[in-house]
Nanobody, 124 residues
Framework: QVQLVESGGGLVQAGGSLRLSCAASGRTFSSYALGWFRQAPGQEREFVAAVSWSGGNRYYADSVKGRFTISRDNAKNTVYLQMNSLKPEDTAVYYC?????????????????WGQGTLVTVSS
């Protein structure tokens, strides 16, 4: 079992940066693949980024490649999403996800554990 709590959301101007954090409880954090998803108003939830348990493999949605970076610190039980060159279309609630079966499950949106979300608003 793992509980996830996101933080770091807020209001930022287009072109700016934010770093989201997701702190996890549980002693087996390092065995979980982790990911970030987002859901804009009136839209379906979509995949943003994922990282393997070791941090060695990372995956990104085409819409954020080159602008967002996912990373994890297993010693701190935390996964991060560094977001640069933000655009108004990045506005959404961002959710952290975790699953022990691997990144394929996370990328598919089928992770077993989800956080409550943090709101990111990018103004033009």
């Amino acid at each position: 079992q793992v509980q996830l709590v996101e933080s770091g959301g807020g209001l930022v101007q287009a072109g700016g940066s934010l770093r989201l954090s997701c702190a996890a409880s549980g002693r087996t954090f390092s065995s979980y693949a982790l990911g970030w998803f987002r859901q804009a108003p009136g839209q379906e939830r979509e995949f943003v980024a994922a990282v393997s348990w070791s941090g060695g493999n990372r995956y990104y949605a085409d819409s954020v490649k080159g602008r967002f970076t996912i990373s994890r610190d297993n010693a701190k039980n935390t996964v991060y999403l560094q977001m640069n060159s933000l655009k108004p279309e990045d506005t959404a609630v961002y959710y952290c996800a975790a699953d022990q079966t691997g990144t394929r499950t996370v990328v598919a949106g089928e992770a077993g554990f989800w956080g409550q979300g943090t709101l990111v608003t990018v103004s033009s």
